[in-house]
């Protein structure tokens, strides 16, 4: 590394400790790779992350013990990347390790199995430029297979908008209904990091960490979606919160995580003088209970919440649709049919309402109803 490139990111790193930037100064972007045992995959993913159209991102990349070769991948690289060789610890663990290495004013997770797209990084800074004071900018992803040959689809599906703008208010009443993308279609400001790290290292977050993020973003500064597709998401059968069917494990691990999440929320929104909510139950999103009727039907006797009832859970549900403000009325009464549905029908159709509701590209001609009834 030059002494030139020294010298900018030690004045990056003492603008970013004081908040403070020469508005002639071009963000810095900072791109934290988190890394266990995808060697296969690392280098589409460095790779991507070097070859941004925008010139002024460093590379950090963040390997939890990996047991593979990722470790002489990564070595492949020298000086064009900033390695973290850590023990195992789970995927909070290597995001906290990323962003302690960094000196961006921006900062984006990518996961070792996704990629970005050469104008993404250009696209994120332009937007964090024109609105001084988001706390984060997101965009959707083309999912790949392990290939890395588009599938047809995206994540989140082009046919659910992304909303833009002050969702503080949906985040206190809703946030596991805000359509976000998984983290590798976020960037986050600097500003909104250092008030949420470092993050929370329990078993539950092992893996999906992101929702954590994705959940307190909100609540502290506006969220602005972007139109473009800004990378590439890939399935290839051992994602750790992305299967293409109903996981029951992934259900039940995202409802024990869903409500330790609700908690930081409320913690977070007292801190910012956001008195709207006072624990963690009085957050319940339409996403969290279906998730919870899924459990509840399919396997009643591991489903984590004893106090759960299918009379509850509709009850809940129709509650939680009515106060969908950012809905239509046709489509709010559509989630209240759905829970009285799901609850009541025979197996069969139950299953198949769970599947249409989480995995929303197999709805088929019920998109159309649905995005026709949303407008």
């Keep these: 590394m030059s002494q030139a490139s020294q010298v900018t990111r030690a004045q990056r790193a003492v603008d970013r400790q ?5 508005a002639h100064r071009p963000f810095l972007v900072s791109i934290v790779i988190n890394n266990y045992n995808y060697g296969r995959f690392l280098a589409d993913a460095i790779e991507s992350a070097l070859r941004q159209s925008y010139a002024h991102v460093e590379v950090i990349v963040v390997d939890d013990g990996s047991t593979d070769h990722s470790r002489e991948v990564i070595s492949k690289y020298g000086d064009r990347i900033i390695p973290v060789f850590k023990e195992n610890g789970g995927q909070s663990s290597a995001f906290s390790a990323g962003f302690q290495k ?4 921006i900062i984006m997770f990518l996961d070792a199995d996704d990629m970005l797209l050469p104008h993404t990084v250009g696209a994120v800074a332009a937007a964090f430029e024109a609105a001084p004071g988001l706390s984060k900018v997101q965009f959707r992803l083309e999912i790949v297979d392990a290939a890395g040959h588009p599938t047809g689809g995206y ?7 992304m909303p833009s703008g002050d969702l503080r208010r949906h985040t206190l009443l809703f946030p596991d209904d805000i359509c976000s993308p998984p983290t590798s279609g976020n960037a986050f400001a600097v500003s909104t990091l250092q008030q949420i790290f470092p993050m929370p290292e329990t078993h539950i977050n092992k893996t999906g960490a992101d929702l954590y993020l994705i959940n307190l973003a909100p609540l502290f500064g506006l969220v602005v979606s972007l139109p473009a597709i800004g990378g590439r998401y890939r399935v290839h059968g051992q994602n750790h919160d992305y299967t293409g069917r109903l996981d029951m494990d992934g259900v ?16 977070h929104a007292q801190q910012l003088g956001l008195h709207n909510v006072s624990s963690g139950d009085d957050i319940v999103s339409v996403t ?3 998730n919870r009727m899924a459990s509840l039907r399919i396997d009643p006797m591991r489903h984590p919440l004893k106090e759960d009832t299918r009379t509850r859970l509709v009850w809940l549900g129709i509650k939680e649709s009515s106060r969908r403000f950012d809905l239509p009325r046709h489509t ?3 989630f209240m049919i759905w829970f009285v549905a799901a609850a009541v029908g025979p197996a069969r159709m139950t299953k198949w309402l769970l599947e249409t509701a989480f995995f929303p590209e197999q709805r088929g001609g019920l998109n159309k109803l649905i995005h026709r009834l949303a407008r």
Excluded: C, E
């Design 102 to 105: 960094s000196h961006g004013q």
């Design 18 to 22: 004081q908040g403070t930037r020469d």
């Design 155 to 161: 994540t989140p599906p082009k046919k659910i908008p």
């Design 332 to 334: 709010r009464l559509l």
């Design 252 to 267: 039940r691990r995202t409802i024990r995580r869903t409500a330790i999440n609700h908690q930081f929320i409320v913690y």
């Design 288 to 290: 969290y209970l279906a």
